[in-house]
């Protein structure tokens, strides 16, 4: 798993546990090395407010453009 991913967790998911995702991103990070792997912890957001909550535009897409600016360029192939 050779990608740059942005997890996005929200800390009242009720759905998908912080817990969870915690040793989602802890097995990742094991098998596959730190480098690419990141986690947005958004502590007042439920399940998909990171998405389409009403402060995502300000709280959570600039997060998002980070990451891509980020690893932007990283693998040519991607582009």
Do not use: C
């Not at 986690?39 to 009403?54: C, E, N, P, T, W």
């Amino acid at each position: 798993l050779d990608l740059p991913i942005l997890f996005i967790q929200g800390g009242r998911n009720y759905i998908f546990k912080p817990k969870g995702m915690a040793k989602t991103l802890d097995w990742l990070r094991s098998h596959h090395g730190n480098a690419k792997f990141d986690l947005l912890y958004l502590a007042d957001y439920a399940h998909l407010d990171g998405i389409v909550g009403k402060n995502a535009a300000v709280d959570v897409f600039p997060r998002i453009v980070e990451h891509l600016d980020a690893h932007a360029g990283a693998d040519p192939s991607l582009s």
